[in-house]
């Protein structure tokens, strides 16, 4: 069955340094890869994504993602983080014989000033 | 802006009573997606349109609940005789049909909060 693991339940940074948050996925084909993001009390607003290609994906607010086949991943970074980028980030997977996207747990991300 | 639109934004019901949400998907997506949200868990899909046919319902769907789409155009989402565990943050997505370049990118609305007492 297809899933979705985010280690990390929550993560703190300092603004201004690097992130990188975790997600591992199962399924037994290429899959559709997506990370979301989340603020307190709103829907979901699309980072990025991953059909096909170039495996290094670029995203809205500076953000990009790897996919790496050998280790089921597809995690997101981001070289400088703002203030602004506290939210919940969500990693969701979708497959080409299906239309639902399964989400991992989600990582809270909190910024220090 | 003509992202996805979700009325109402909250609601607050008494256990038993029916509730009733609306999804407006973005205009020339013919697939709109309803999923729910429990607190500290990702979104759980539960049900899926491709214009007026509902084309996959998930498990989590108990016969308390139906959603609608009837011209293919906005969505409704019913829950009847509501339980304390059905409060959630209900979402609606939507997306351009198959092969169309856009694949299976689903946008979100900003949901819908329901508090049930």
């Known amino acids: 069955a297809q899933s979705v693991t985010q280690p990390d339940i929550h993560i703190t940074v300092s603004e201004g340094a690097s992130l990188e948050l975790r997600c591992n996925y199962s399924?037994?084909?290429?899959?559709?890869l997506f990370w979301y993001v989340q603020s307190p009390g709103q829907g979901l607003q699309l980072l990025l994504k991953?059909?096909?290609?170039?495996?290094l994906v670029q995203g809205i607010k500076g953000f990009e993602a790897e996919f790496k086949r050998s280790q089921s991943s597809f995690n997101l970074r981001k070289p400088s983080v703002h203030w602004s980028d506290a939210a919940e980030y969500f990693c969701?997977?979708?497959?080409?014989?299906?239309?639902?996207?399964?989400f991992g747990t989600g990582t809270r991300l909190q910024v220090f000033p | 802006d003509t992202g996805v639109s979700q009325n109402p934004r909250h609601k607050i019901t008494k256990r038993g009573q029916n509730v009733t949400f609306r999804c407006d998907p973005i205009?020339?997506?013919?697939?709109l997606y309803w999923y729910r949200q429990t607190l500290g868990q990702g979104p759980e899909f539960l049900t899926y349109?491709?214009?007026?046919?509902?084309?996959?319902k998930s498990r989590l769907l108990s016969d308390r609940f139906s959603a609608e789409r009837p011209k293919g155009s906005f969505s409704t989402l019913e829950i009847q005789r509501t339980e304390q565990g059905d409060s959630a943050m209900y979402l609606c997505?939507?997306?351009?049909?198959?092969?169309?370049?856009?694949?299976?990118?689903?946008?979100f609305g900003p949901g819908t909060r329901l508090l049930v007492l």
């Open positions: 997505a939507s997306s351009f049909p198959p092969f169309s370049g856009e694949r299976e990118t689903q946008y």
């Open positions: 399924y037994g084909a290429t899959p559709y």
């Open positions: 991953y059909f096909s290609g170039d495996t």
């Open positions: 969701a997977v979708g497959a080409f014989n299906t239309d639902k996207l399964i």
């Open positions: 205009s020339e997506h013919n697939r």
């Open positions: 349109f491709q214009n007026e046919a509902q084309l996959e």
